[in-house]
């Protein structure tokens, strides 16, 4: 069975700092993909980056950028130089290979950006 | 720019009521998702359409839920009779069926049964 694990409710940082959002995921397909969503106070569900499994390179989206640890799987999110803005829930998502379009989500983690 | 819309985005009902939501996919996808989000449950995947088809909808109840692509640019997602457990977010998605399968999400249907 697929699984998506994230084991941070919570977290701060300072404005301006990097902050690491970690996940981590359990499927036996070979072939697979992994996203990020953010979801500010407002609800709506924002699409951030994307990982394939068979990605050579780290995917990065200007602030954001993915630390892939196929052997750990793992799936961390990075988010560089924090804004105010950033703060949100950020969940991180799986789409396996023989699961068509399907995601699976992880319960989310929830990013305060302190001034 | 395209958006994935929903409506209504607010609906307090009766239990027993039945409540219909719907969903217009972004112009050009040809796979459409509707999830629920609850604070116990999380986000789950309650049905999923490839080019109007249906393909999965393992997640939903079958006994009072049901989802339906009329055309292209209309999914349904009908719960009838609705009871207080349906109050949740309920999202829909679509996106396109080649890499990196990303979907866009509308900005839901709140839903409140009493």
């Known amino acids: 069975a697929q699984k998506i694990t994230q084991t941070q409710p919570g977290m701060f940082v300072q404005e301006k700092e990097a902050v690491t959002l970690d996940c981590t995921y359990d499927?036996?397909?070979?072939?697979?993909?992994l996203f990020w969503y953010k979801q500010p106070s407002s609800g709506e569900m924002i699409f951030l980056i994307y990982?394939?499994?068979?990605?050579?390179q780290n995917a990065t989206e200007g602030r954001y950028s993915l630390n892939f640890q196929k052997a750990r799987k793992s799936a961390n999110l990075v988010i560089s130089a924090s804004q105010l803005g950033d703060s949100a829930m950020y969940f991180c998502?799986?789409?396996?290979?023989?699961?068509?379009?399907?995601?699976?989500f992880g319960q989310g983690t929830e990013l305060s950006v302190k001034p | 720019d395209a958006r994935v819309t929903q409506t209504p985005r607010h609906k307090v009902t009766e239990m027993g009521q039945e409540v219909t939501m719907r969903c217009q996919p972004i112009?050009?996808?040809?796979?459409v998702f509707w999830y629920r989000q609850t604070m116990m449950q999380g986000l789950e995947l309650l049905a999923y359409?490839?080019?109007?088809?249906?393909?999965?909808d393992s997640g939903m109840p079958k006994d009072r839920f049901s989802a339906e692509m009329p055309d292209a640019t209309l999914a349904t997602l009908k719960i009838q009779p609705s009871e207080p457990r349906d109050s949740a977010v309920y999202f829909c998605?679509?996106?396109?069926?080649?890499?990196?399968?990303?979907?866009?999400f509308g900005p839901g249907t709140r839903l409140t049964v009493t």
């Open positions: 990982q394939g499994s068979y990605d050579q």
């Open positions: 998605a679509s996106g396109l069926d080649i890499p990196p399968y990303e979907q866009y």
């Open positions: 998502a799986m789409r396996g290979g023989n699961q068509g379009g399907k995601l699976i």
């Open positions: 112009l050009g996808h040809n796979t």
């Open positions: 359409f490839r080019n109007r088809a249906p393909l999965d």
């Open positions: 499927t036996s397909d070979p072939s697979y993909g």
